[in-house]
């Protein structure tokens, strides 16, 4: 069974540094492009990062270029996302997706973790 | 970046009814578009991909269509557990980007 397990959030101050880690299982994580998307509490979903199989390729939404950095381990069949220099506008749920085929939906996501940016 | 919109910001449909969500891009983006469903406090769930391809284990009752800037996802009768805010996304550049959402409820 596929499954994704987000941790590490809670509550940060702006400016701090926190890492998001996820935990693939029931597929080789190798094969996949993977993506981090957020919804920030009672609004829409947003799509903030994602990586290539071997990590050679990374995108970001402009609103955390610089600030946040996406990563993954292979071997260790997991995914990250360092946020650096967090801003209350980053306060969301985050989840982990698994991009699948030619279209790149989403085939599978994590249940999310919530980071909260708060002094 | 591609713009995504979605009408209505909400509907409320009876038990039975057929129930229809349009989605717009700014610009074209072939089939490069999917739909999720998001039932309170859960994670998203994929329902179509590629403007009209339905994922395994979604209910026969939803399809979707549409192609370049316009696309529908369609609930053919609406059922009790259908309640829930459906999103479209684009895929055919970064930044991927979804739509604002539809509230389904039932009346």
């Known amino acids: 069974e596929v499954q994704l397990v987000e941790s590490g959030g809670g509550l940060v101050q702006p400016g701090g540094s926190r890492r998001l880690s996820c935990a693939a299982s029931g597929f080789a994580l190798s094969n996949f492009w993977m993506s981090w998307v957020r919804q920030a509490p009672g609004k829409g979903l947003e799509w903030v990062a994602n990586?290539?199989?071997?990590?050679?390729?990374?995108y970001y939404v402009d609103s955390v270029k610089g600030r946040f950095t996406i990563s993954r381990d292979n071997a260790k069949n997991s995914l990250y996302l360092h946020m650096n220099g967090p801003r209350p506008e980053d306060t969301a749920v985050y989840y982990c997706a698994r991009g699948s085929g030619y279209y790149q939906s989403f085939d599978y996501w994590g249940q999310g973790t919530l980071v909260t940016v708060s002094s | 970046d591609i713009q995504m919109t979605q009408s209505p910001s909400s509907v409320s449909a009876s038990v039975g009814d057929r129930v229809s969500i349009t989605c717009w891009a700014s610009q074209g983006i072939t089939t490069w578009l999917a739909w999720y469903q998001q039932k309170a406090g859960k994670a998203p769930k994929l329902l179509i991909y590629?403007?009209?391809n339905l994922q395994s284990g979604v209910p026969s009752r939803f399809s979707g269509v549409g192609s370049g800037t316009y696309f529908t996802l369609t609930i053919s009768s609406l059922q009790p557990e259908d309640v829930a805010t459906y999103y479209c996304?684009?895929?055919?550049?970064?930044?991927?980007?979804f739509g604002p959402g539809t509230k389904v409820e039932i009346k």
């Open positions: 590629g403007a009209s």
């Open positions: 996304q684009q895929a055919n550049s970064i930044p991927f980007t």
């Open positions: 990586i290539k199989q071997d990590g050679s390729d990374k």
